[in-house]
Structures are given as structure tokens and as C-alpha cells.
């Protein structure tokens, strides 16, 4: 049992993300598109992740070009980053096999290089070092002029939440996202829209979660709202105070336990 946690960048086409995701299958839980990231979060889950995942790698190289894409969130290719993680006991081991076969087939098939992330590299080095001291492992050495290139990893979970923030102030979220940055939080201040944001991945979330790092953003700078990027494992919603989870935008219905059992798509995203 794996969830991948496809990152493609387009966020503001309804028609394209919609066509994304019949090709992705049964397998689909659930999209998160953000037009001023330009950036849509599809979380596949289930035993038919990998098919479903080449089958989306696929019709998003048909669709879009990186060559014509602008959006605040940084990027290196169309389809962005493929993450394989592995859920139920599974070992890591499994996820690594299955990220390297994922990378072997689309790397040969349509001859976009890949980066490979996990316990060896961040994804974070990835973005600050491809193709400058980080050569590609897999697929030619230069971007693809359509594709860019892709980042393929296998990790523990983790979780992508935003805070905003009453302040529209960009170099206010840029300085608390650096201060509140640790091995548990990787974060970036961004303007979205008319608001800024502190952006993060919770790389611990099960002991390092939506709250601590609520918390620690509080300490600096008011929060205005939250915002759970696409679904999170439904304990650590729960490890958040449910007086707090209206205004950081948490229900366990954003959880991957209870999507996956009702195999719903929320109607929202």
C-alpha cells in the first residue's frame, strides 16, 4: 500500500486539472490547486499507485509546458516532484524500488532527466543544485525544453500545510519562515495573491505537527487562517486542539483514512 503525492505545475486551468485527473484512475484521492502557485497536489493512494501515477505523468507531458508556465512556488519541470511513500507496514525498501522503477520507465520513455530524492538528499538540494553540482540519475543531462526535469523520491510522511498571515507583509512571512525553519519544518515566505504566507512541509508531522508549527508562527507574527495542502494522516489532525481546526483548516475528512474509504474526491479542490 503506497500514497505518491504528485506535484504538477498547473494550478489555475479547471478544464486541464480535471482532464489530470480521470487519467489518474481509481487510485485518486484527492486535488489541491492553488492559481497563484500554479500548482495542483494530487494524492494517489492505494495498491494501483504506480500505474496510476505513470498514466498522470503522462497526460500532464500531453497537456502543459514548462517553458510557458509563472507561478510564486519554485519548480524544476512540469510534473514537479513524485513522491512514493510507503503506508500499512510497508518497508521502505519497497518505496525505493518502486520510486527507481517509476523513474526508469518515464526517464527512457520520454527522455526527461530525473533527480532522486530521499535519506541520501533532500528535495530542497535538488531545487538549489540541479544541474549545477547534482547531475540528473536517471535520463539525459540537460532539461527537457517541454518537460523541464523531475524529482523522484521515497520518504516517511509528511505533511504540506500553509499559514497565512493578517499581515500582507512579504518580508515579515519571509523572516518568521526563517526563523521557525528546522530539520522538522522546511519553509519559504511567499506573497499569494493578496496575502502572504508561510509555507512549509512538516517532515515530522506525528510529533512535529500542524499545531507546533501554528504555534511557533503565532509567536512572530498573527495567523489569520491555515490551509492543509491536499490530505494528511488522521492522527495528526487530531494531535491539533478541535477548538483550532476551523481555523486551520482541518476535519478528519482531510484525512487519508477516512478518504480512502469513502474514496471521495473533494468536491472543493
Known amino acids: 500500500m503506497f500514497e505518491c503525492v504528485i506535484n504538477i505545475s498547473e494550478g489555475a486551468n479547471r ?4 482532464d489530470l485527473a480521470k487519467s489518474a484512475g481509481a487510485a485518486l484521492l484527492d486535488i ?3 492559481p497563484y502557485h500554479n500548482r495542483s497536489v494530487f494524492t494517489l493512494y492505494g495498491p494501483d499507485v504506480y500505474h ?10 500531453q497537456l502543459l509546458d514548462i517553458a510557458k508556465h509563472e507561478g510564486v512556488h519554485p519548480r524544476i519541470g512540469i510534473v514537479d516532484v513524485v513522491p512514493f511513500v510507503p503506508w500499512d507496514g510497508y518497508p521502505m525498501a519497497e518505496a525505493i524500488k518502486i520510486s527507481r522503477q517509476y523513474a526508469f520507465e518515464v526517464s527512457t520513455k520520454f527522455e526527461v532527466p530525473i533527480f532522486l530524492y530521499g535519506e541520501h538528499r533532500t528535495l530542497p538540494e535538488i531545487r538549489k543544485s540541479a544541474f549545477s553540482s547534482i547531475a540528473p540519475d536517471f535520463g539525459p543531462m540537460i532539461r527537457h525544453p517541454r518537460y523541464g526535469a523531475i524529482a523522484v523520491g521515497a520518504r516517511g510522511i ?3 500545510y500553509n499559514l497565512y498571515l493578517k499581515e500582507n507583509d512579504l ?6 519562515a526563517a526563523k ?30 500542524i499545531f507546533e508549527f501554528f504555534s511557533d508562527v503565532e509567536e512572530l507574527a498573527e495567523v489569520d487562517h491555515g490551509e492543509l495542502v491536499g490530505l494528511a494522516p488522521l492522527d495528526v489532525i487530531r494531535n491539533t486542539p478541535q477548538q483550532y481546526w476551523e481555523k486551520l483548516d482541518l476535519s478528519p475528512k482531510k484525512s487519508i483514512e477516512i478518504r480512502s474509504s469513502s474514496k471521495q474526491i473533494d468536491p472543493n479542490a
Do not use: C, W
Open 32 to 34: 489541491h490547486s492553488d
Open 171 to 176: 518580508e515579515l512571512a519571509k523572516s518568521v
Open 52 to 61: 496510476s501515477a505513470i498514466l498522470l505523468t503522462e497526460k500532464t507531458f
Open 15 to 18: 478544464s486541464i486539472i480535471a
Open 158 to 160: 509528511l505533511v504540506a
Open 180 to 209: 521557525v525553519r528546522s530539520s522538522y519544518f522546511r519553509t519559504l515566505g511567499l506573497q499569494v495573491g493578496n496575502r502572504v504566507q508561510v509555507s512549509a512541509n512538516l517532515i515530522d508531522p506525528f510529533n512535529h505537527g
